[in-house]
């Protein structure tokens, strides 16, 4: 059974960097695009960025100054960071295995910034 | 703005059918692909209709999906308490090579 995880801080500063990881069980990262969606409280999901196992990536343009989504292959995980965070970028985060249209998502972590 | 537009709400009887659109605002999607996804907030996002109209296993086929021209619809048959929940369709953006989501139907089960 596939299953996502995502983990990391919970509170992040704002001006700082948001760093998250989705450990992959189940499944190979090899040979799939992995993918990070967003979603601020009371608004919709929003398409982050995905990366393929070779580590190609393809960034949503307003994101795309701020994003960085890596890929960890021996560890089977692959990470999410967003720089210059404001409370804008307070949202529910997930990720999921696919670029379009995807079957297996991550619970969702929850970050929140805030000084 | 959400380029794929969906009616912000939608209700229904429990064993009606009711149906959420999603209409595109640019060729570049509408020549693509829909999905729809079932979402409880603070929950995983479910997959339910991909390629306009297939079902992943698992998905009861009281869920169903069609598309024509620059519309799609996800269309819910004997609706259940269960089914109270967010549904969002999405597309590929060519311009962008991603996907983009529509804004969201909140189904409320009366």
């Known amino acids: 059974q596939v299953q996502l995880h995502e983990s990391g801080p919970g509170l992040v500063k704002p001006s700082e960097t948001l760093s998250l990881t989705c450990t992959v069980s189940?499944?190979?990262?090899?040979?799939?695009?992995w993918s990070w969606i967003r979603q601020p409280p009371g608004k919709g999901l929003e398409w982050i960025g995905y990366i393929y196992y070779n580590g190609s990536t393809n960034y949503s343009p307003s994101l795309k100054s701020r994003v960085t989504i890596s890929i960890h292959t021996s560890k089977n995980q692959f990470s999410l960071k967003l720089s210059f965070v404001t409370a804008a970028d307070t949202a529910f985060y997930y990720c999921?295995?696919?670029?379009?249209?995807?079957?297996?998502w991550g619970q969702g972590i929850l970050v929140t910034v805030s000084s | 703005q959400s380029v794929l537009t969906q009616p912000p709400s939608a209700s229904g009887a429990p064993g009606q059918r009711v149906t959420i659109s999603c209409s595109a605002s640019s060729s570049n999607i509408a020549s693509n692909t829909v999905n729809w996804y079932q979402h409880l907030p603070g929950t995983a996002p479910k997959l339910l209709i991909y390629s306009d109209n297939q079902r992943p296993s698992g998905v009861p086929d009281r869920f169903s999906g069609s598309k024509s021209g620059t519309s799609a619809s996800l269309a819910i048959s004997g609706l259940q308490s269960e089914d109270e929940a967010d549904y969002y369709c999405s597309g590929w953006d060519d311009s962008l090579n991603g996907p983009v989501f529509g804004g969201g139907t909140k189904l409320t089960v009366l």
């Open positions: 999921a295995r696919g670029s379009a249209a995807a079957v297996y």
């Open positions: 189940g499944d190979s990262i090899i040979g799939s695009y």
